[in-house]
């Protein structure tokens, strides 16, 4: 079977840390067609771990597993999530509502959750391949991806000695984050450019006759 790049910037994103971790506890937002989730339960089933499955569409006949509780809602029911699932996590996947306050209002919400060097994982970060007259042309997806993207640079401009960050570009792209320390993040932080400055432009103006 070929895998799609779906699945293989997920394993290259997330498989090396949880083979690492004994009885993993994955938290998952967004089901859809499963593979993240039978990915997962794969590891969890591995490893003596737990998955814990979070989507507005009824997926829970998807998998039958004792390592596997599916919760029937949305991501930022935060009342009801909370009453199934433990205090500390290893990894949390977001990868429900393509909004980028959304995604940030449910990544400041559960950061808490995530254990000491824990991952916190965001899909679809990347706009590049929807982008005007690439491989996936489509309008919404590129502004979304890109103002998630955008998003969080913001928060990591305010948190770099809070957690890690790294980005892998395949496909529709994928953000990695880890936990570094127990801090309280900070808001985010809007990106100063000087894109658009005066000195810039006369920068460009220098270049042109150089």
């Not at 699945?7 to 083979?19: A, G, M, Q, S, V």
């Not at 997926?59 to 699932?85: A, C």
Request: proline share 2%.
């Amino acid at each position: 079977m070929i895998k799609d790049d779906y699945l293989i910037k997920l394993e290259e994103t997330t498989l090396d840390y949880l083979k690492s971790v004994t009885e993993p506890v994955i938290l998952e937002f967004g089901v859809r067609y499963g593979q993240s989730t039978q990915l997962f339960l794969e590891i969890c089933e591995k490893n003596n771990g737990f998955l814990y499955s979070v989507d507005v569409d009824d997926t829970s006949k998807k998998f039958n597993s004792k390592k596997w509780k599916f919760i029937h809602g949305r991501d930022d029911n935060f009342e009801l999530i909370e009453s199934y699932i433990p205090k500390k996590i290893d990894l949390i996947y977001i990868d429900s509502f393509h909004d980028a306050e959304h995604v940030a209002k449910i990544f400041f919400h559960y950061y808490p959750f995530l254990k000491d060097n824990g991952q916190l994982i965001i899909d679809d970060i990347s706009w590049l391949i929807y982008s005007k007259k690439n491989e996936r042309d489509n309008f919404n997806s590129e502004i979304n991806n890109q103002e998630t993207f955008n998003k969080i640079l913001d928060i990591y401009n305010n948190n770099a000695k809070n957690f890690n960050l790294t980005f892998n570009f395949r496909g529709s792209g994928i953000a990695k984050i880890i936990k570094i320390n127990n801090e309280v993040l900070n808001k985010p932080k809007k990106i100063l450019s000087r894109k658009f400055s005066f000195k810039n432009f006369i920068r460009k103006i220098v270049r042109s006759f150089s």
